[in-house]
């Protein structure tokens, strides 16, 4: 299993430190063998954890260069970042994020073996026309992106889920995720309204393999009780 906590613009340096305090010594001390990754605000990454992956929620295609208010890979280097967030909705659909940009950023950062969590995921608008219209607004996010690079995980986020305490239901999720399953082997998370009392329940489903976290995941403890779940899962 594989669980990811994005805490997007939320969290200072000290509280981020206090954060990852809590879930190194969780994962130590159960012994956990799941994958945790978590994306901290740009301030907080200068982090080193033996058992915790640290990415970055975003980056700007380039080694350096004048693109100001942007993060580049000479940055991301000296932090020892090797993991990034893709494709998310809210930059999708609040920061104007096209398709093209996205597809840049996807194949500089594979050209530079990062790992890479790739956001896929419909508006509600789309999802309210079927089926066979959703999966392929999905399919046109997958527009410009190797689904062949070894260090790709996708997430699965319906827009309309993210923040909301909304989510589809566990056959509409199945749903989507076997559909991606047919196009890849990656590995596929659920992104969207996850909390304590749903995500054991989301990662036991056919073709989840884990979870992405934003609201419940920066609470500490909670995050720490849905990793227990995974590893109750033993999936
Ligand atoms: C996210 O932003 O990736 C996310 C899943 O958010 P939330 O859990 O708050 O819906």
Redesign the pocket.
């Known amino acids: 299993m594989i669980l990811a906590a994005?805490f997007?613009a939320n969290k200072t340096r000290q509280e981020t430190q206090a954060y990852m305090a809590v879930v190194e010594s969780f994962v130590s001390a159960n012994a956990i063998e799941d994958t945790i990754i978590t994306f901290p605000p740009f301030t907080a990454l200068e982090h080193t954890s033996r058992n915790v992956l640290i990415g970055v929620q975003n980056g700007y295609p380039v080694q350096n260069g004048a693109f100001t208010g942007e993060i580049a890979l000479e940055q991301l280097e000296e932090f020892g970042i090797k993991t990034i967030l893709i494709g998310?909705s809210?930059r999708r659909h609040i920061l104007g994020e096209t398709q093209e940009q996205i597809a840049a950023k996807y194949r500089f950062f594979a050209d530079q073996g990062f790992a890479i969590v790739y956001c896929v995921g419909e508006p509600l608008s789309v999802r309210q026309q079927g089926e066979e219209v959703l999966l392929s607004y999905i399919d046109a996010q997958f527009e410009g992106i190797d689904l062949s690079y070894l260090d790709l995980i996708i997430a699965y986020?319906p827009v309309w889920?993210?923040?909301t305490g909304l989510t589809p239901t566990n056959e509409q999720i199945e749903a989507v995720h076997s559909a991606l399953r047919r196009k890849t082997t990656a590995p596929l998370l659920y992104?969207?309204?996850?909390k304590v009392n749903n995500a054991g329940e989301i990662m036991a489903l056919t073709n989840v393999d884990g979870v992405?976290?934003?609201?419940?995941a920066l609470s500490a403890s909670d995050f720490c009780e849905m990793i227990a779940q995974a590893a109750e899962l033993k999936k």
């Open positions: 994005n997007k998310h809210e986020e889920a993210i923040g992104g969207g309204s996850v992405l976290v934003g609201s419940a």
